[in-house]
């Protein structure tokens, strides 16, 4: 097992949500900055090429038939609701621990998804930030959906990571 999932596993409710699950991935980023930046950081990178990616992805759902949520492209830091219940984007926050982690949760017919991160601070005064994606399929069009975004969404995770850690 990677080292990145040990570190989500040793939550339980994250290790709730991994086991069973039919997709996880993990990537980890160093940085210096706290939890609260590096995740505000992750969910407001928006570039260009992003954007783009949401609306073909857009475009792709509404031919599936699904539930596409549009983007709105003004995640703003006094908008972001991290605690339990609160919106993040087109995610639900299932829990959040300050410091600690956080996760979210987009559901449509065809999936359920989450995505997280977990810190883990270092004795350098480092933190190395475990993002994290779960998925469980609840419809047939759940594995064709996410296995053609499933390379796209491993270049945003990397991005968004990078982009967020140099807090």
Known sequence: ??????IVRSI??????????DYVDSKAFMGACSMNDFL????????AWLRMLYRVRGVVAKLM???HDVVAYDNKKEKLDFAAGGKVDFFTS???KPDQYWVGE??????NGYIGVVAEPLESGEVRFHSFTVVNFRHWTGPIYFNLI?????????????YAAKG
């Open 12 to 21: 339980p409710v994250l290790r709730e949500l991994v086991d069973g699950a």
């Open 40 to 47: 505000v950081r992750m969910i407001t990178y928006q570039p």
């Open 106 to 111: 987009a559901s449509d017919k065809h999936l």
């Open 150 to 162: 499933r390379p796209f969404h491993h270049i945003v995770v990397h991005c968004m990571g990078k």
């Open 94 to 96: 299932v829990d959040f």
């Open 1 to 6: 097992m990677k080292d990145e999932m040990k």
């Open 65 to 67: 038939g699904l539930k």
